[in-house]
C-alpha cells in the first residue's frame, strides 16, 4: 500500500472512515439508550453506578468489535478509538446544542445522559490505551 493510502495514524483511509461510521452508530445508539432507557432509572441511585460498571465492558465489545469489522491492527487501539470517540463527541455536542429532543424532554434525564455518553468516551479512550499494543 502506498503512502497515500494511509494515513498518518497509520490505518488505511478505507479503516478510518469505518471507524468514524460506527462512532456515529456507537453515538446514535447511546443516545437512543438516553432517550428509551434512562427514563427508566438507569441513572438513578444505585442503578446508576451499575449502568456506569456496565459501560466498561459494552465499551470493550464495541472496540473488539470495531476492530474485527475494519481490521486495525493491535497497535492502533488508540487511534481506533480517538476517532470513533471524537466522532461520537462532535456528534452528541451537535445534537446537545440543537436537537435536543432526541435525547428525550425531561432535562433531569437528558443532563445525566449526556453524562454518560461523555463517560462513555473517556473509557473508549482508556481502553484503547489499555487494548494496544505497542510495536
Same mark, same amino acid.
Given at each position: ?19 468514524v461510521?460506527?462512532?456515529a ?33 459494552? +465499551? ?5 468489535f470495531?476492530r ?7 497497535d ?8 470513533? +470517540?471524537? +466522532?461520537?463527541?462532535?456528534?452528541d455536542?451537535?445534537a446537545?446544542?440543537?436537537? +435536543? ?8 434525564f437528558?443532563?445525566p ?6 463517560w ?10 489499555a487494548?494496544?499494543r505497542?510495536?
Amino acid at each position: 500500500m502506498n503512502n497515500h493510502a494511509r494515513m498518518l495514524s497509520g490505518l488505511a483511509r478505507g479503516q478510518a472512515a469505518a471507524l468514524v461510521g460506527l462512532g456515529a452508530v456507537f453515538w446514535f445508539v447511546a443516545a437512543m439508550v438516553v432517550r428509551y432507557v434512562v427514563p427508566m432509572g438507569a441513572l438513578t441511585g444505585w442503578a446508576a453506578y451499575v449502568t456506569f460498571a456496565l459501560v466498561v465492558p459494552v +465499551t470493550f465489545v464495541a472496540l473488539q468489535f470495531s476492530r474485527m469489522v475494519t481490521g486495525f491492527g493491535a497497535d492502533h487501539y488508540v487511534h481506533a478509538a480517538a476517532l470513533m +470517540t471524537g +466522532t461520537a463527541l462532535l456528534l452528541d455536542g451537535i445534537a446537545l446544542t440543537w436537537f +435536543t429532543p432526541l435525547y428525550g424532554n425531561d432535562a433531569a434525564f437528558v443532563l445525566p445522559g449526556a453524562a454518560s455518553i461523555l463517560w462513555g468516551a473517556g473509557v473508549a479512550i482508556a481502553l484503547g490505551f489499555a487494548l494496544e499494543r505497542r510495536a
